[in-house]
């Protein structure tokens, strides 16, 4: 394999866009920290409001942190003011098509798809597909149905190129995870744990999780043997419980670092924490 550049895939949700009432103070001290993680590939699930006045927020970010936006995705439910945006920086990668949605009427929020190649490629040798998404917080069997929809990505499909990387907020710990329940308020149980039928709950909810891993996609902290800071558990005085719901997980790349960003000054700013990736493209 000949060197190649390494590329930054960052993931953070926001929180309501970083925009509180008319204070803008939580977005402008996001982009501070955005900018000096320094992304290649950006995912921002939650960019509330960023569409008023002809998009400004989302242009204001994409100049503070000298990147292009690929995408601006209006979630499903809700009252249309919810996005999940992709960015991209034009030096590093070329934006192959028109990014699209995918199952528009299976994603509470959606699930952007848009495919790339390492700029100034002369083939699509290098190309890979990007997802971004947002997966529901409703319950365990609402993920299950949307993970399903992102399976085929996990390994070789037709149309698509042979490498894949998924960057959102999954709502979906690791597999491995472990809950105090005690520590959660009873009225959010069922958010994250099995319910059964006759209404009582069962242990933590990884069937998203693991339908996406058992379909060839792998968690980087896996294949990398290390473990990361979790991406919640720290923002809310009732719900102390350390999880990761967020994450960037790949299918055909060489992972080179995979880190959840902790700092005083990020963990003020948003109710979750930013996930970034260091990785390579297999050829």
């Given at each position: 394999m000949v060197h190649q550049e390494t590329i930054r895939a960052v993931n953070w949700n926001l929180y309501l866009g970083g925009v509180d009432g008319g204070s803008e103070e939580r977005m402008h001290a996001q982009g501070d920290i955005l900018a000096g993680l320094g992304p290649d590939l950006l995912v921002m699930p939650e960019c509330s409001w960023w569409d008023e006045q002809y998009n400004r927020r989302l242009w204001w970010m994409a100049h503070r942190l000298g990147l292009t936006p690929a995408a601006m995705m209006p979630s499903r439910v809700g009252d249309g003011r919810n996005f999940t945006t992709m960015m991209y920086r034009s030096s590093k990668l070329t934006l192959i098509g028109e990014p699209d949605r995918k199952a528009t009427e299976i994603f509470r929020h959606v699930l952007i798809r848009a495919r790339f190649r390492p700029a100034g490629a002369t083939d699509d040798s290098r190309d890979f597909l990007a997802l971004g998404t947002h997966l529901s917080h409703a319950n365990g069997a609402a993920r299950l149905t949307e993970a399903s929809e992102i399976t085929d990505y996990g390994g070789p499909f037709p149309g698509s190129p042979p490498r894949a990387l998924l960057l959102g907020d999954l709502n979906c710990p690791r597999v491995d995870a472990s809950v105090k329940w005690k520590k959660v308020p009873k009225n959010m149980h069922a958010r994250y744990r099995t319910v059964r039928p006759d209404g009582t709950f069962?242990?933590?909810?990884?069937?998203?999780?693991?339908?996406?891993l058992n379909s060839g996609w792998q968690d980087p902290a896996d294949v990398l043997g290390i473990s990361r800071e979790p991406t919640v558990g720290y923002y809310y005085a009732n719900e102390r419980v350390p999880l990761h719901l967020d994450h960037v997980l790949t299918a055909g790349v060489i992972p080179v670092?995979?880190?959840t960003h902790v700092t005083p000054a990020a963990d003020l700013v948003s109710d979750h924490r930013a996930t970034w990736l260091d990785f390579r493209l297999a050829v």
């Amino acid at each position: 394999m000949v060197h190649q550049e390494t590329i930054r895939a960052v993931n953070w949700n926001l929180y309501l866009g970083g925009v509180d009432g008319g204070s803008e103070e939580r977005m402008h001290a996001q982009g501070d920290i955005l900018a000096g993680l320094g992304p290649d590939l950006l995912v921002m699930p939650e960019c509330s409001w960023w569409d008023e006045q002809y998009n400004r927020r989302l242009w204001w970010m994409a100049h503070r942190l000298g990147l292009t936006p690929a995408a601006m995705m209006p979630s499903r439910v809700g009252d249309g003011r919810n996005f999940t945006t992709m960015m991209y920086r034009s030096s590093k990668l070329t934006l192959i098509g028109e990014p699209d949605r995918k199952a528009t009427e299976i994603f509470r929020h959606v699930l952007i798809r848009a495919r790339f190649r390492p700029a100034g490629a002369t083939d699509d040798s290098r190309d890979f597909l990007a997802l971004g998404t947002h997966l529901s917080h409703a319950n365990g069997a609402a993920r299950l149905t949307e993970a399903s929809e992102i399976t085929d990505y996990g390994g070789p499909f037709p149309g698509s190129p042979p490498r894949a990387l998924l960057l959102g907020d999954l709502n979906c710990p690791r597999v491995d995870a472990s809950v105090k329940w005690k520590k959660v308020p009873k009225n959010m149980h069922a958010r994250y744990r099995t319910v059964r039928p006759d209404g009582t709950f069962g242990g933590l909810d990884v069937r998203a999780m693991k339908v996406l891993l058992n379909s060839g996609w792998q968690d980087p902290a896996d294949v990398l043997g290390i473990s990361r800071e979790p991406t919640v558990g720290y923002y809310y005085a009732n719900e102390r419980v350390p999880l990761h719901l967020d994450h960037v997980l790949t299918a055909g790349v060489i992972p080179v670092a995979y880190e959840t960003h902790v700092t005083p000054a990020a963990d003020l700013v948003s109710d979750h924490r930013a996930t970034w990736l260091d990785f390579r493209l297999a050829v």
